[in-house]
Nanobody, 130 residues
Framework: VQLQASGGGLVQAGDSLRLSCVAS????????MGWFRQSARKEREFVAS????????RYADSVKGRFTISRDNGKNTVYLQMNSLKPEDTAAYFC????????????????????????RGQGTQVTVSS
């Protein structure tokens, strides 16, 4: 699976952005998808994940209630709707895809771990000014 993320930009605190990640390949419908972010001050961190069916969704505590992850398997796309953005959300955002249980051997509980994914896209920069 190849991934192409887009939708980043420069916004003010309190604004919203929607990131998109389009996947190529035949396994998207079976893939768990994750969003991660990395800034100059922090190591790469988990943001959100959604399993293949959309039934299992997880968020980092720092984004709960503000970010929403969703997917459209018909469009091979996963989204990250980001509301009430804060300066601390400034980072490069990366999407990732992997075959987790039941379609792969990696437990779905590991969807918050970057290295458990099979494919990783390039980042899209989100900058939030105060």
């Amino acid at each position: 699976v190849q991934l192409q993320a887009s939708g980043g930009g420069l916004v003010q605190a309190g604004d919203s952005l929607r990131l998109s990640c389009v996947a190529s390949g035949r396994t998207f419908g079976k893939s768990g998808m994750g969003w991660f972010r990395q800034s100059a001050r922090k190591e790469r961190e988990f943001v959100a994940s959604i399993n293949w069916s959309g039934a299992i969704i997880r968020y980092a505590d720092s984004v709960k209630g503000r970010f929403t992850i969703s997917r459209d398997n018909g469009k091979n796309t996963v989204y990250l709707q980001m509301n009430s953005l804060k300066p601390e959300d400034t980072a490069a955002y990366f999407c990732a895809a992997g075959l987790f249980t039941p379609w792969g051997s990696t437990p779905s509980q590991d969807m918050d771990i970057w290295n458990k994914y099979d494919s990783r896209g390039q980042g899209t920069q989100v900058t939030v000014s105060s």
